[in-house]
């Protein structure tokens, strides 16, 4: 069955740079969810969508942006990084309905240098 | 947010049942029970999930309090691999938000 993917699956950036992390939805999944995990920490939500529009809204820096595009897919913008970044994040993707299980991906390892 | 209470870790031995419980006593009508688990490394996944009855299925079992305050998840035999984070959320329709889950450590 088909899971949700994420891309890539390492990224190495410098401080202030720009990193770009991609989310690609169960087929007919039109809800996505973003987290961050820090080290030892517990994954802390960033934001979510609900058919391309922001539906929710956790604990985004404003240096973070995302959308969800027309095919359901998503993708995290991260401006200016800071050492702080460094996290696994993940996506998670859920049916319409609001109170089905979300299925989470690999996530993505950021490493800020 | 509604708020989960988890014990921060617990024991067990392998192949003995685990009972791991949650405290929810701000549950809403409409929150949903979620059970999520995540071991080293790995995304979240999916244990069990319900909102007034007990639900079983081929992962676990949970047994909902009749005042829906409390729930408690059962891992009927476990194993060296349920060894993990388990995580009780309450599912809002458009938010998910983890709060500090169970380290269950499954001994040989």
């Known amino acids: 069955a088909a899971g949700v993917i994420q891309s890539p699956r390492h990224l190495i950036k410098e401080k202030r740079e720009t990193a770009t992390l991609k989310c690609y939805p169960i087929p007919r999944h039109d809800t996505v969810y973003w987290y961050q995990q820090g080290p030892g920490q517990d994954p802390q939500f960033l934001i979510s969508f609900y058919e391309k529009m922001q539906s929710d809204k956790g604990s985004i820096p404003d240096r973070f942006s995302a959308q969800q595009f027309s095919d359901y897919h998503s993708e995290l913008n991260m401006s200016s990084l800071e050492l702080g970044d460094s996290a696994l994040y993940f996506c998670?993707?859920?049916?319409?309905?609001?109170?089905?299980?979300?299925?989470f991906g690999s996530g993505t390892q950021l490493s800020v240098l | 947010d509604a708020k989960t209470t988890q014990p921060n870790s617990m024991e067990s031995n392998e192949e003995e049942p685990v009972h791991l419980p949650c405290n929810h006593s701000?549950?809403?009508?409409?929150?949903?029970i979620h059970w999520y688990r995540q071991l080293p490394s790995q995304g979240p996944e999916y244990v069990i999930h319900g909102l007034t009855s007990n639900v079983n299925n081929r992962m676990a079992s949970l047994a909902i309090a009749e005042d829906r305050k409390s729930s408690t998840l059962i891992l009927h035999r476990a194993t060296l691999r349920d060894a993990a984070v388990y995580y009780c959320i309450l599912r809002d329709v458009e938010n998910f938000v983890f709060g500090p889950g169970t380290r269950l450590s499954v001994l040989p």
């Open positions: 998670a993707s859920s049916p319409a309905g609001g109170y089905e299980k979300l299925f």
């Open positions: 701000t549950i809403s009508g409409t929150d949903y």
